[in-house]
């Protein structure tokens, strides 16, 4: 006897007359059936996320790991994108000015110029501070090569901190755990002991290609 295959749907189908056939569906297919057809008072707890726009970095494989990971209290609400290099430009003081009125957690993506895709999810909006700021929910990611989170280790607070010229994500011992220039053009990644994390980025000085922060509504 062969394998048993789990998650698996065999619809009949038969029309006017014709022989009937067989479809297979896999949960993978019947989920994304359901993404699409579904309307937003009816959507199951385990769907994509809805995005109010369209991202330029985000596909369905990097919203399926990010959504399992996100805090409860986030779960279930449409993504809004509050900025993007693509419509906004790039600068740090635009990025700040459009999270101005933001009192959310929000989730920062990058795609680099080699089109490796992380960031980090930060319990609390960007802003200019004259100290760290955040709680332990906040967390780096990366998608380079493979999916990986680093979650808080709690040896330090160092979370977020804003400069005008800046932004600056974990950090303790040396260098941050991630790093972005005023122009949201350079960047940089390197072991931190807040997260403990790993470079995010296969370079850990890196070039950005693509740029956005979604929040939750």
Known sequence: MGPKVENVRIIYFAKNGDEPFVQIITAKDQ????????????????????????????????????????????????????YSTTVHGTSLRTLYRNMASVDRPVLLVIKDMENQVFGAFSSHSFRVSNSCYGTGETFLYSFSPEFKVFSWTGKNSYFVKGFMDSLQLGGGGG????????????????????????????????FVRELEVWTFE
């Open 31 to 82: 989920k994304r059936r359901q993404s699409l057809c579904s309307s937003e008072d009816e959507q199951p707890e385990d769907l994509l996320p809805q995005l109010r726009e369209h991202s330029q970095i985000l596909q369905d494989q990097h919203l399926e790991r990010l959504v399992a990971h996100l805090p409860a209290r986030t779960q279930g609400y449409p993504w809004r994108l509050v």
């Open 175 to 206: 260098p941050f755990g991630l790093w972005l220039d005023a122009d949201l053009c350079r960047g940089s990644s390197y072991t931190c002991q807040t997260f403990h994390n790993q470079p995010l980025s296969t370079h850990q000085d890196f």
